[in-house]
Every structure is written in structure tokens, then in C-alpha cells.
């Protein structure tokens, strides 16, 4: 289970595989000689056929080289993960154990009303079904082809699964895992391409799903239709903008406390190994920018498309978490297994780096703030994922409530989901 490369999503490394790339070995192969890689992204051309690597073309001499790392193409093997697993630190009291293996590209989870655990996926185009059978999970592919099928949510008895460009609804889920047809199709007012078109489900008190809707380049003027998070009922199709100014998100939870909306974002790349960070935000009140693409981390004008704009024009991160740390998947923990400090702490899983020299993120961590966003303070919580300067053992990508107080954990690089649980000793 070694590595290749660099950082912040399986992503990138799957669509590679879409496009019958290997990122990992082609950039081992390259000439070091070559000019640095530039495309003019602020075309409709670029933005709806952009190249497989897109994501290069801001490439930086300082940091020429670096690419999205490919994970195991089967994943991780049971015995692979069993060493795994005796390497993470937690914090004393805590345990994990892998609840389910041979899940390949996992990303986004939701549970079913009769205890299904569902698992959409990156690159594959597959969403997973796991059943409890006796102690034994068994991991079904219940849908199969779809364009990164990476959000998921369960309503209602209703399985909705988000690929690139629709939110698809399949009834009576639970019932029909071995025949759940094609769906109907409740939202696709959404870019057809593929780059940071990848997606996350979280759902309001109201029913309505917070959606997020990344640029397709690196850094760039968005289309209009992009760079923002939306608020979008799956019963009409009726939909709201948000929040403006976002460059990626892929992960994001509704506070119990206040009912607001705080999700995770992913900083440009091409700056540097240690600027911009990565960010943690709240939306306050619908309609605001969080800066993207004029200022980063919120102090920080960008040295092309800033144009004259002020960081202090824009909502400020609640937290920067450091650059390159990739944070994904993250929910509010309400559940009373862990001590009494976790209860409303944020759980955030960071994918890790690639646009790095030394890999940072790869972990778990714990943030504590209060329900309007100030006083945030970081803890890491699981960590080990990481191994040397470009090591990856797993990536983790979600993370889900389990009903006892445990959380579930997403890895889309091993193609394995974890449980975490305390017990006091």
C-alpha cells in the first residue's frame, strides 16, 4: 500500500481513471525539462471540455512535479487494513476496527431507516448498500454507472444519490436494493463537466438539501452557474443561492444548535507548500461571499485575480486548517457515546495533500466553536494515515453518526469504512 504522489481527492486520481490515465505513473515518466503547464481557463470552451489535467495549469516552478497520487485500484486487503488499523492514534479511550472492507472509491454515507448503510462513490460510478447480517457486513453494489455518484442522502424512505449534473431519487430504497431502476431525476440544474463537479448532500430541518457546486479550474473567474452553494428542495426542484465565492467544497453539516450551515472548503493550489489554507465556514445569512477567487483564507489577496477587491469585503473562515490538508466530509457530533466535550464538536476528515512536497492532513480532526463561529480551537483526533513524506495507508473522505454514539468513517483510498467508539476504562 504504497503511494505515488500528492493530494485533496481521490478526486482527481479517478478521473484519471475515467479519462484510462494513470496521473501517478505518467507523472513519474514526464520530462522535468518541459514548460510549466498553463491552459486559459476563462473560456466556455475550457470549462466544458476541460483537459484530464485541468488541474495543473497554474503549475508553479517551486512546485513542478507534484500530482494527485492513484490509490490501490482494489483497495486495501483485510490484512492490509488489520495492520492499518494498529497504526491510527486516538486520543485514550477510543478504539477503531474496520466495519467494512472492499468499498471501493467510499465517499459520501448515509444511513437507511432499517439500518442500510449507504456509500456513494468517486470515480466508479458505483453506490454501495451494506447490510448487518449476523455480525457479518455484506457490501452490495446497488447502482452502477453513474457520473461520480460522491453525494448521497435518505428521506423519507427515498435513496438520493448526486452525480455530476443530477440529484436522482429512488423509492422505497431499502426494499428494492437488488432492483432500484433508473431513478427520477428531481434537480439537474447543474454544469455537465466533471472538474470539482462532484458533490455533497446536507439536509436541513426543512427537508432541503445544502448543496455545493465547485469551479472547473484551479483559479479563475467562475461561470456564473458556479463557485457558490445552493439550498435546493428535492421535492419541487426549487433551489436558492446560498453562498457565493467557494472554491470546492465537498462536505458540510447543519448545526444543531442554530440550524445554520457550515461546511468545509478546499484552497487553490499552485501558491505554495504552505499558503493557502484550508477552511472551515459558517453562512451567516444567505447571499454571502466567502472570497474565492479575490482573497484566500481570508487574509490573503490573490496575486492575479484579487483586482483590486479587500479581504475584508468578504465572511472570513471560522477556522483555517492549514494548507493542502484537503478536509472533506465532517458532521457536528450529537450523539452521547464520546465525553461530554465532543457533544457539538465539528468531526472533520482530511483527505491530505497532493499539492505538497510533505503530504499534511490524512486525519481527523476536532474542532469546538461556538454556535456563532468564534472562539474555534482544533484538536487532532485520529491521525497515522500518513506515512513519511508521500505515504498513504488511506485517505479518509466521510464521516456519519452511527445510532449507539460510534462514527463511521469513510476511506476512499483503501475502499474501506472504520468505526470509531469510546469506552471509558
Not at 170 to 179: K, Q, T
Not at 181 to 188: A, C, L, R, T
Not at 206 to 215: A, Q, R, T, V
Request: with cysteine; proline share 6%.
Amino acid at each position: 500500500m504504497k503511494s505515488a504522489f500528492n493530494r485533496s481527492i481521490l478526486a482527481f486520481a479517478a478521473i484519471a481513471l475515467l479519462a484510462g490515465t494513470s496521473f501517478a505513473n505518467a507523472q513519474q515518466q514526464t520530462d522535468k525539462s518541459r514548460a510549466l503547464k498553463k491552459y486559459e481557463s476563462g473560456t466556455k470552451e475550457f470549462w466544458t471540455h476541460p483537459p484530464d489535467d485541468w488541474f495543473l495549469g497554474d503549475e508553479t516552478e517551486a512546485q513542478k512535479g507534484l500530482a494527485p497520487p492513484s490509490g490501490p485500484p482494489t483497495g486495501a486487503s483485510d490484512a492490509e487494513l488489520a495492520t492499518m488499523m494498529k497504526k491510527i492514534k486516538l486520543p485514550a479511550g477510543f478504539k477503531i476496527e474496520v466495519y467494512a472492507s472492499n468499498v471501493l472509491a467510499a465517499r459520501q454515507m448515509a444511513w437507511g431507516d432499517k439500518g442500510t448503510l449507504f456509500v456513494g462513490s468517486f470515480g466508479l460510478g458505483n453506490v454501495y448498500a451494506i447490510k448487518d447480517n449476523n455480525g457479518k457486513k455484506e457490501v452490495k453494489t446497488i447502482l452502477k454507472g453513474l457520473n461520480m455518484p460522491t453525494g448521497l442522502a435518505f428521506r423519507d424512505g427515498a435513496l438520493y444519490v448526486i452525480a455530476v449534473d443530477k440529484l436522482i431519487k429512488y423509492d422505497n430504497a431499502e426494499a428494492n436494493l437488488d432492483n432500484l431502476g433508473s431513478g427520477k431525476v428531481v434537480y439537474d440544474d447543474m454544469p455537465s463537466y466533471a472538474a470539482h463537479g462532484w458533490k455533497y448532500i446536507a439536509v436541513d430541518k426543512d427537508g432541503w438539501f445544502y448543496i455545493p457546486f465547485g469551479p472547473p479550474f484551479n483559479i479563475g473567474i467562475p461561470p456564473t452557474s458556479v463557485s457558490q452553494i445552493r439550498r435546493v428542495d428535492p421535492k419541487t426542484g426549487n433551489a436558492e443561492i446560498w453562498a457565493l465565492g467557494v472554491r470546492n467544497s465537498v462536505g458540510g453539516d447543519v448545526d444543531p444548535r442554530t440550524g445554520k450551515y457550515w461546511f468545509t472548503e478546499n484552497a487553490r493550489d499552485w501558491i505554495s507548500d504552505d499558503l493557502p489554507s484550508d477552511k472551515l465556514n459558517m453562512i451567516s445569512k444567505i447571499g454571502e461571499h466567502f472570497g474565492y477567487p479575490y482573497c484566500h483564507q481570508g487574509n490573503l489577496p490573490d496575486t492575479k485575480f484579487a483586482m483590486g477587491h479587500k479581504c475584508s469585503e468578504f465572511t472570513p473562515p471560522v477556522y483555517n486548517l492549514g494548507a493542502h490538508v484537503a478536509p472533506l466530509g465532517m458532521k457536528f457530533y450529537t450523539g452521547s457515546q464520546f465525553p461530554a466535550d465532543y457533544k457539538n464538536a465539528i468531526l472533520i476528515a482530511e483527505h491530505g495533500s497532493w499539492n505538497r512536497h510533505k503530504y499534511q492532513g490524512g486525519r481527523i480532526v476536532k474542532i469546538t466553536a461556538s454556535p456563532d463561529g468564534k472562539n474555534a480551537k482544533q484538536e487532532v483526533f485520529a491521525s497515522g494515515w500518513i506515512e513519511g513524506d508521500q505515504g498513504y495507508l488511506g485517505r479518509p473522505a466521510d464521516i456519519l453518526l452511527d445510532k449507539d454514539g460510534s462514527i463511521l468513517v469513510a476511506d476512499d483510498w483503501a475502499g474501506a469504512i472504520y468505526r470509531i467508539s469510546y469506552s471509558k476504562k
